[in-house]
Every structure is written in structure tokens, then in C-alpha cells.
């Protein structure tokens, strides 16, 4: 059974910077695509960024050059590292693993907060 479990959001100030953790279990970690996703009240959720088995990286245009997606193989643990946050970056943010570029599981999701 497929487990992923986040942590690291919480409260930062707008311009800070926070690092995503999602440690995974029950698959092979390596073998598999994963994605960050986040979905704010009353929208549907949205891809973030993603990362190929192969380590090739897509990060979508809000947050590219803010945000680094990566991966260790090693401890099967993704990672979301995100700098000059914005308020607007606040909302909840969930790890997802994917196949054929479709979410096929997902972490209990993190809340992310930006004062400004």
C-alpha cells in the first residue's frame, strides 16, 4: 500500500523561504513520477511542479525561479523547495505520485501560509 506523507509547511513571512518533505513507501520510490500539487478553497487543484523517474523537472510558470522541486532516491523522499514566497503561494500543497501524468496517490497535504 502506497504512503505518502508530507511535512514541512507552516507560517513564513512573504519573502522566506520553506522546504516540502514527502517521504514515500510501499512502491519503488525510484521507478516512479512524482508531482506537487496545490488546491485553494473553492478551486480546483493544480500542478505545481513535477519530476520524472529520470530526475527531469516541470515547474509551472507562477512559480518558476521561486520553486525547486527534487528528489532523493536514496531516502524515497520528495522534496518542494520554495523561496521568495508570496501570499498568493498560500493555500494547502499535496505530493502526489503519477503515472501517464495523472495523480495515482496523494499525501494528507500540508498548509502553507505567506503573511505579507
Known amino acids: 500500500q502506497v504512503q505518502l506523507v508530507e511535512s514541512g509547511g507552516g507560517l513564513v513571512q512573504a519573502g522566506g523561504s520553506l522546504r516540502l518533505s514527502c517521504a514515500a513507501s510501499g512502491s519503488i520510490f525510484s521507478f516512479n513520477a512524482m508531482g506537487w500539487y496545490r488546491q485553494a478553497p473553492g478551486k480546483e487543484r493544480e500542478l505545481v511542479a513535477a519530476?520524472?523517474?529520470?530526475?527531469?523537472?516541470y515547474h509551472v510558470d507562477s512559480v518558476k525561479g521561486r520553486f525547486t522541486i527534487s528528489r532523493d532516491n536514496a531516502k524515497n523522499t520528495l522534496y518542494l523547495q520554495m523561496s521568495s514566497l508570496k501570499p498568493e503561494d498560500t493555500t494547502m500543497y499535496y505530493c502526489a505520485e503519477r503515472k501517464d501524468n495523472t495523480p495515482q496517490y496523494w499525501g494528507q497535504g500540508n498548509q502553507v501560509t505567506v503573511a505579507s
Open positions: 519530476i520524472s523517474s529520470g530526475g527531469n523537472t
